[in-house]
T-cell receptor
Framework: AQSVTQPDIHITVSEGASLELRCNYS??????LFWYVQSPGQGLQLLLK??????LVQGIKGFEAEFKRSQSSFNLRKPSVHWSDAAEYFC????????????FGQGTTLQVKP | DVKVTQSSRYLVKRTGEKVFLECVQD?????MFWYRQDPGLGLRLIYF???????EKGDIPEGYSVSREKKERFSLILESASTNQTSMYLC?????????????FGQGTRLTVV
């Protein structure tokens, strides 16, 4: 069965430090992968997506993610975190029917220390 | 700008009440979704609709039903609200294509059942 795992429930980093959020997937074909961010009390905003091609994907707000098929991973990175990046982050994959149904990981809450 | 609008941000209902959560999209998407978000569980699909009057159960449909009478509107119905349905509910609509699938989310409705 398809699944997405985010191993880290909660991460704390200092402002200005680098960030990496982990995402692993289990999928029977080439996955369509997404990272979403959710600020407190808000809906989900798309950060970036991967369909094919270049395995390093650039997104909004200075985020990037790298697709590694051999490791079944799609980790999200940012070189220098800002206090406004504190939020919950979700990794997701479109299910095999490609109807737009998303399978989500459990989410990672990012706290930023001043 | 793309928009998915949920009719309420916060709702408080009593056990046993029939509850309607409304969602409207302005993008002419055929596919719409209702997800439930709980801490540590990520988002889980309740129901999915791929056309007017067409629906499909998701992973956790028990205790819920849906209605799609018009393309732009997708309603989630709690037939008899229970306290274990206290949660955040997110509506989404999706643009679907071979290389450009993307889901757009509403702001969410935080439902409390007392």
């Amino acid at each position: 069965a398809q699944s997405v795992t985010q191993p880290d429930i909660h991460i704390t980093v200092s402002e200005g430090a680098s960030l990496e959020l982990r995402c692993n997937y289990s999928y029977g074909a080439t996955p369509y992968l997404f990272w979403y961010v959710q600020s407190p009390g808000q809906g989900l905003q798309l950060l970036l997506k991967y369909f094919s091609g270049d395995t390093l994907v650039q997104g909004i707000k200075g985020f990037e993610a790298e697709f590694k098929r051999s490791q079944s991973s799609f980790n999200l990175r940012k070189p220098s975190v800002h206090w406004s990046d504190a939020a919950e982050y979700f990794c997701a994959v479109v299910d095999l029917s490609n109807t737009g149904k998303l399978i989500f990981g459990q989410g990672t809450t990012l706290q930023v220390k001043p | 700008d793309v928009k998915v609008t949920q009719s309420s941000r916060y709702l408080v209902k009593r056990t046993g009440e029939k509850v309607f959560l409304e969602c409207v999209q302005d993008m002419d998407h055929e596919n719409m979704f209702w997800y439930r978000q709980d801490p540590g569980l990520g988002l889980r699909l309740i129901y999915f609709s791929y056309d007017v009057k067409m629906k499909e159960k998701g992973d956790i449909p028990e205790g819920y039903s849906v209605s799609r009478e018009k393309k732009e509107r997708f309603s989630l119905i709690l037939e008899s609200a229970s306290t274990n349905q206290t949660s955040m509910y997110l509506c989404a609509s999706a643009e679907v294509g071979p290389m450009n699938t993307e889901a757009f989310f509403g702001q969410g409705t935080r439902l409390t059942v007392v």
